[in-house]
């Protein structure tokens, strides 16, 4: 009862955050590319997919008794290929913008995000946990 809203709260601000740099990555006009090129920057289309299928996972346990709660993105793009059907995950997609790949220029916004919002997650969940204890006594 006490950890389940200071979770949600902290994993909100993450998302907001993720949400606000993702926002804020630089758009590109959807392209097919040529051999050896690469996207430098983001195409609209995909940004869009993005930020649409950011969210916040239920609060779970693990087998060790502890709680999980997970900020990513669920669903797939809308352009099937011959290596996924269904279309891009979109998981996969953040994680080559993040990273980087053979046909993408690397822009990191997950790990930035998390770096500068820690301090203030970890304030907002221990805020939630003592509002809370404190109706109790």
Known sequence: KICYPALRKGAEILADEIR??????????????????RFENLPQS?????????????????????LNIKVGWHGYGPFPTKQYPDGLPNGLLAAAIEHGSSVRQK?????P???AKRKEIID???KEIEDYLRTIF
């Open 46 to 66: 995909q940004k869009r997919d993005l930020l649409e299928s950011l969210g916040i996972t239920g609060i779970s346990h693990d087998y060790t008794g502890k």
């Open 20 to 37: 606000r740099r993702l926002y804020a990555l630089p758009d590109e006009a959807f392209r097919h590319l040529s051999e050896g090129e």
């Open 124 to 126: 907002a969940m221990t």
């Open 113 to 115: 995000a998390v770096r």
């Open 107 to 111: 822009h990191p916004f997950i790990r």
